[in-house]
């Protein structure tokens, strides 16, 4: 079992930055690929980006890339996601998940995921 707890959402103005942390308990954490995932209200959750349990492959979405960047530190057992350029489309709930890897889904799917955090909420103001 990994319990994740996000951390670093807030409010910001349009262009700003911000660091999301998602830290997970046990000491599987290094196998596990990540992903960010986030949901706005009334939409679906929608995936962010994700990375391998090593750090060597990353995926994100299309509203995202260029922007946003996941990164990891095993020794750490911390994933994170650095926003930039912030928009006010960008706001809502975002989540951290962990993939075991027994999944055949997609990196871009939620149902790939095993273990899910909480939630932080990100509120990027025009």
């Known amino acids: 079992q990994v319990q994740l707890v996000e951390s670093g959402g807030g409010l910001v103005q349009a262009g700003g930055s911000l660091r999301l942390s998602c830290a997970a308990s046990?000491?599987?954490?290094?196998?596990?690929?990540m992903g960010w995932f986030r949901q706005a209200p009334g939409k679906e959750r929608e995936f962010v980006a994700a990375?391998?349990?090593?750090?060597?492959?990353?995926y994100y979405a299309d509203s995202v890339k260029g922007r946003f960047t996941i990164s990891r530190d095993n020794a750490k057992n911390t994933v994170y996601l650095q926003m930039n350029s912030l928009k006010p489309e960008d706001t809502a709930v975002y989540y951290c998940?962990?993939?075991?890897?027994?999944?055949?889904?997609?990196?871009?799917?939620?149902?790939?995921?095993?273990?899910w955090g909480q939630g932080t909420q990100v509120t990027v103001s025009s």
């Open positions: 998940a962990a993939d075991r890897g027994y999944s055949s889904s997609s990196y871009y799917s939620p149902l790939r995921y095993d273990y």
């Open positions: 046990g000491r599987t954490f290094s196998r596990y690929a």
């Open positions: 990375i391998t349990w090593n750090g060597g492959s990353t």
